[in-house]
């Protein structure tokens, strides 16, 4: 039985499919969204259309990682009974809402967002870059508020998304709702506005770094530990973190500049035991950084093994069709809540002149 397109508080995040999931999204996100389902009306997007901003010639890898990135949050945990999956292409009224936001926003404030600065730098983009690329910023707004929720779980990355989609909000209410420009944010909607203000709800780690030991763990930057590698791929990943300095087992070394012992915060359950590593290692006492990753790797992979092994069971042909059939019943859901607001908006807009309903088939 589905609980879904309920009356409970709706919840929306999402992922590009650019790759498989990995150990920055767990603790990034992940984990929120697992804790949210019970609560709150679950929504989370394929942004499968964001992915073309940056391999438009790689259609055929969008659509399989599309699929990987579904069973990545099978495997976590995500009941697709609870939560909604969703495709971002198949569901119309968030292209046609981008649009709509794409008036309501200066070109100036989009080119302003530090996260879209920080991609263009991070993945090495220079001044190539197409139009739709910034333009997702905005239809990242649309992807949110199509569903009108009260929370979107995400890293820290996305907060300028975020602050930009509540502002589109905001405007959306003031010029065609009537709601006061001075209005608290918890009252747009009571005054009458189609969308509410969403708040971000930042995991446990907002920002867990890569292998690389620099930039954020990224499936695009070559540093990042897939939830679906195997356990010697972990091993492997993990053991070729440079720690920050060069030492023997019996030399003073410094844990703070150590990327190793942020994974070993993040994963090892017993912080008394990182802790004691860690005062071992700045005392010299015959801690070698191999004996660090290998308690990260152990850990790490205590995590991964429940995860892996229930995503062997969408392996193959099969499982892409399983999961496929998955993601077109919550698309489905999805197009009802879409629908109602974007009729809601284009009320407000006057653009009323007809109701229409969409078909899958
Ligand atoms: P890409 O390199 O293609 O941008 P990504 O690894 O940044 O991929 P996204 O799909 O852009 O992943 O992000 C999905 C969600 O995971 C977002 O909420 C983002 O903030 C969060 N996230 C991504 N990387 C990290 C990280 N290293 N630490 C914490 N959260 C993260
Ligand atoms: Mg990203």
Request: aromatic share 8%; proline share 6%; glycine share 8%.
């Amino acid at each position: 039985m589905t609980t879904t397109n309920s009356d409970k508080p709706r919840v929306l995040t999402g992922d590009t499919p650019t790759g498989r999931l990995h150990l920055g999204h767990y603790v990034g996100s992940i984990e929120n969204r697992l804790r949210l389902q019970d609560e709150y009306d679950c929504y989370f997007l394929l942004a499968n259309m964001h992915a073309f901003t940056t391999r438009a010639e790689r259609s055929r890898e969008i659509h399989q990682d599309t699929i990987e990135i579904v069973k990545d949050w099978l495997a976590c945990g995500i009941d697709p009974n609870r939560s909604t999956i969703v495709l971002q292409t198949e569901v119309p009224a968030i292209a046609e809402l981008s649009w709509f936001f794409a008036m309501l926003i200066p070109f100036n404030r989009v080119m302003r967002n530090p996260t879209l600065k920080t991609e263009i730098d991070s993945k090495g983009l220079g001044d190539t870059y197409p139009f739709g690329f910034p333009m997702y910023a905005v239809g990242q707004c649309a992807d949110i508020l199509v569903f009108r929720p009260k929370y979107v779980p995400v890293g820290e990355d996305q907060v300028a998304h975020i602050e930009m989609c509540r502002e589109v909000a905001r405007r959306f209410d003031q010029v065609y709702c009537g709601v006061d420009s001075h209005a608290e944010d918890e009252d747009y909607e009571a005054q009458g506005g189609v969308f509410p203000i969403p708040e971000a709800l930042i995991g446990r780690i907002g920002r867990l770094v890569g292998t690389d030991g620099k930039h954020k763990m990224s499936k695009s930057l070559n540093n990042a530990v897939f939830l679906s590698d195997t356990p010697k791929q972990v091993k492997k990943k993990i053991g070729a973190i440079y720690p920050g300095q060069s030492r023997e087992p019996n030399d003073p070394g410094d844990p703070d500049i150590n990327p190793v012992f942020t994974f070993a915060d993040v994963f090892i359950k017993d912080a008394g035991a990182v802790a004691e590593m860690k005062e071992r290692y700045r005392k010299g006492d015959n801690l070698g950084d191999g004996h660090v990753k290998m308690a990260v790797v152990d850990a790490v992979n205590e995590l991964l093994e429940p995860i892996r092994e229930r995503r062997a069971q969408y392996e193959g042909p099969q499982g892409d069709a399983a999961v496929v059939d998955i993601i077109r019943a919550g698309t489905e859901r999805a197009n009802v809540v879409a629908e109602e607001t974007l009729w809601m908006a284009k009320e407000a807009m006057s653009l009323d002149f007809w109701r229409r309903s969409l078909e899958t088939k």
